[in-house]
């Protein structure tokens, strides 16, 4: 419960004990007001409480010259909750910022994870409509080709590189086999080992296993560092809600909000001047994140501009069966140069006894899972990206920005007011109030800030290397394997900002082009377990995508 909550849930109460009639002269005061305030917060026993007004001998941060309310117990139990207080009124000022990376990055994984298995689909339908008679063998090696991707994209650490060969290393003995030197018979296990290691030597699938490796880097890397930059996010939030206070803030934030309560002066609030000398120390730290909190905002407002074009993850995951064909027609093409070439590594084809089982095809399959994807292209996944970035950019100035909007929203008293100065109720604050972040600090009249934090260096830390992350620093050889297959010498950001066209491969030859089909909507989040990331090994090779 926030502060300004509390003060209007506490208000009836304590305007009732604040209208106790006066003592008479000679007679102390009535502590009534601070035993309910103090039973109404829960704070303790009220038998440590005083009913009267008492020598506070044995304080150490609420002194005074006069008789007062409290006890060293009470002075212990008030420190706590003036810590707790503060806490809440953190996690309340940063909630909807939380809940709105939280949200985004579960809405955005829970489309990459339906995006995977739609481009998945896409696939099996290619080879069950166009290659039926390989499209039960292919199907293992699709299914593995996508669960790699889900792999990749959700933070494990394998090649791009690596999964794209293995793909095509795996799928050439069964274009063989069926296509480019068919027989009666399967080829042996023996042969197709021969095959795959001499696939990247013959290549019989031309330049496209490069130029997938090039888009896949390009696309997948980019959406792989968003999400991780979202959850970092998250976990930034959640250090600085939880940060923790050093004994000499503790101090202050009694003094400033609870020392008040000695005097019997329960509804009195801190001066502006002084409210923010006393959270800008405690909060000095988390200040330090200001700038980079900034530039990671930044960063990922860039990031998300660039992607787009061919070099969308949508565009290029759900085209990849149109490359795909591609690859399988130019091997056709070329089948009897590669059965020349396979001979000369390979030897002449040792096949089996027995033909392995034709596809198994059912349409209806995983409908109910991809029903969400339609044609209707108004929210796709860069507009999405482009929404959430829009409201993520009004909170760049957050932390630096954070004791202001505590102690004008929350803490302080209203301009004009009389006011609690951390001594007594006065017209204004006269002191000098300090700006923000620890080098500030130093002239501070009220807390003591020293050293640094290492759990906010820490985040700075993973900040800075997200940010670098962000801004392609990992991933430059993506966009030169890309630039050498395009042929053209313009640079990458040239290249993204156009419409793609035939050369790009961004039109399938006989498969058909995939764009902008996914639509997405806050359905996502209620259907994370009607579509599984990938399919059981049990399960038969094809079914149609449904859109």
């Known amino acids: 419960m926030g502060a300004r909550s509390l003060s209007v849930l506490l208000l009836p109460l304590l305007l009732a004990a604040a209208a106790t009639p006066a003592p008479r002269d000679g007679e102390p005061r009535s502590c009534e007001a601070v035993r309910k305030v103090f039973q109404l917060r829960q704070l303790g026993s009220l038998r440590g409480v005083p009913e009267f007004p008492r020598a506070g001998v044995d304080l150490q941060v609420c002194t005074s010259k006069n008789p007062t309310c409290c006890t060293k117990k009470m002075e212990e139990r008030y420190q706590t ?11 309340t000022s940063s909630a ?52 790699d991707v889900a792999l990749f994209v959700f933070g494990t650490d394998i090649s791009i590189e690596e999964f794209v060969n293995r793909f095509f290393d795996t799928l050439f003995p069964v274009v063989y086999n069926h296509m ?18 001499a696939r990247r030597d013959i290549r019989p699938f031309g330049n496209i296993p490069k130029k997938i490796i090039g888009r896949m880097g390009r696309s997948l890397l980019p959406s792989r560092n968003f999400l991780q930059a979202l959850n970092l996010g998250i976990e930034v939030i959640n250090t600085t809600d939880h940060l923790h206070f050093s004994k000499d803030c503790s101090r202050a934030l009694l003094r400033m909000q609870y020392c008040p309560h000695c005097q019997g002066l329960i509804l009195s609030k801190p001066c502006m001047g002084y409210c923010l000398n006393v959270i800008r120390g ?8 200001d700038l980079h909190w900034q530039r990671y905002i930044q960063s990922l407002e860039e990031l998300s501009s660039a992607m787009h074009g061919t070099y969308d993850v949508e565009h290029v995951l759900l085209n990849f069966h ?41 349409q209806n399959k995983y409908y109910q899972g991809l029903k969400m994807f339609s044609r209707d292209s108004e929210e796709t996944l860069a507009s999405r990206r482009k929404e959430f970035i829009s409201h993520l950019r009004l909170y760049r100035a957050f932390y630096g920005g954070l004791a202001d909007q505590l102690c004008g929203n929350e803490l302080a008293a209203a301009d004009g007011l009389p006011c609690w100065n951390g001594e007594d109720v006065v017209k204004s604050y006269t002191h000098r109030v300090v700006g923000s972040g620890i080098k500030a600090q130093s002239g501070n009249p009220e807390v003591r800030v020293k050293g640094a934090d290492p759990v906010i260096n820490q985040i700075i830390d993973k900040l800075k290397h997200v940010i670098q992350l962000l801004r392609g620093k ?71 995508a449904q859109l």
């Open 81 to 91: 909750a003036a810590k707790q207080d503060i806490q809440q009124v953190l996690q």
């Open 96 to 147: 909807t910022l939380k809940f709105l990376i939280s949200h985004n990055a579960a809405a955005f994984q829970e489309t990459f994870e339906m995006l995977i298995k739609l481009a998945e689909n896409y696939t099996s339908t290619l080879f069950c409509n166009a290659y039926r008679n390989m499209a039960a063998e292919a199907a293992t090696h699709v299914q593995e080709f996508f669960t």
């Open 180 to 197: 480019i030197n068919p027989g009666l018979t399967d080829v042996t296990l023996e042969y197709a080992e021969c095959l795959q290691m």
């Open 282 to 289: 405690c909060l000095a730290y988390m200040a330090e994140v």
């Open 322 to 362: 149109s490359l795909v064909n591609d690859a399988l027609m130019q091997a056709r093409v070329n089948g009897p140069e590669l059965t020349e070439q396979v001979k000369k590594v390979c030897g002449p084809p040792v096949r089996k006894s027995t033909q392995s089982p034709h596809c198994s095809f059912d």
């Open 474 to 544: 990992s991933f430059p050889k993506y966009d030169n394997w890309d630039l050498r297959q395009t042929g053209s010498g313009g640079s990458v950001d040239e290249q993204m900002s156009g419409d793609c066209d035939d050369e790009d491969g961004c039109r399938g030859s006989g498969s058909g082009e995939v764009r902008r089909v996914l639509k997405i909507t806050d359905s996502v989040l209620q259907h994370r377990n009607q579509v599984p990331l990938r399919r059981k090994k049990t399960e038969r090779c094809c079914t149609r």
